[in-house]
């Protein structure tokens, strides 16, 4: 959670959610080398918590720090996160405003237009939640701050 300046105020509860070892095998090579190395596969594998208890853990965050209906969702490429939480979340998607801030959006005008900005900033690529969260947050700031002329 960040302020209109991008300071984070909170951070979300970091849950990885149970699957199956079927579910887990449906993976393509890139996915299972990276969430393997970074332990995301055994957090899975151990994990006790469901689709819908990790759904109302967020929301419950969620509700202290803004209305529904009137934060969008932030992040890179974050399309996906919004069609993933629209089949498996919708709880949780139809809290978020219909709107939402795709720093992705921001990368690619900045490719186009000033290509030189792209060397100012460099991700770690963890692949985990928070670090993406984080790291979604500095490259937002870092636009703002060197492209967006505000």
Same mark, same amino acid.
């Given at each position: 959670? *960040?302020?209109?300046?991008?300071?984070?105020?909170?951070?979300?509860?970091?849950?990885?959610?149970?699957?199956?070892?079927?579910?887990?095998?449906?993976?393509?090579?890139?996915?299972?080398? *990276?969430?393997?190395?970074?332990?995301?596969?055994?957090?899975?594998?151990?994990?006790?918590?469901?689709?819908?208890?990790?759904?109302?853990? *967020?929301?419950?965050?969620?509700?202290?720090?803004?209305?529904?209906?009137?934060?969008?969702?932030?992040?890179?490429?974050?399309?996906?996160?919004?069609?993933?939480?629209?089949?498996?979340?919708?709880?949780?998607?139809?809290?978020?405003?219909?709107?939402?801030?795709?720093?992705?959006?921001?990368?690619?005008?900045?490719?186009?237009?000033?290509?030189?900005?792209?060397?100012?900033? *460099?991700?770690?690529?963890?692949?985990?939640?928070?670090?993406?969260?984080?790291?979604?947050?500095?490259?937002?700031?870092?636009?703002?701050?060197?492209?967006?002329?505000?």
């Amino acid at each position: 959670m *960040t302020d209109a300046n991008l300071n984070i105020l909170a951070e979300g509860p970091t849950i990885a959610v149970h699957q199956s070892d079927e579910q887990l095998a449906l993976m393509d090579d890139w996915n299972v080398r *990276t969430h393997t190395a970074s332990g995301l596969v055994e957090r899975v594998k151990a994990s006790t918590m469901g689709d819908r208890e990790a759904e109302l853990a *967020t929301l419950e965050f969620l509700k202290q720090w803004v209305p529904a209906g009137k934060s969008p969702i932030c992040g890179n490429s974050i399309g996906q996160d919004r069609r993933f939480l629209f089949k498996y979340m919708p709880e949780l998607e139809a809290y978020f405003h219909y709107r939402y801030l795709d720093v992705s959006t921001l990368k690619e005008l900045a490719r186009r237009w000033k290509p030189e900005i792209l060397d100012g900033f *460099t991700k770690q690529g963890t692949h985990q939640a928070m670090d993406d969260i984080r790291e979604s947050v500095a490259e937002l700031a870092y636009y703002r701050e060197h492209f967006i002329k505000l």
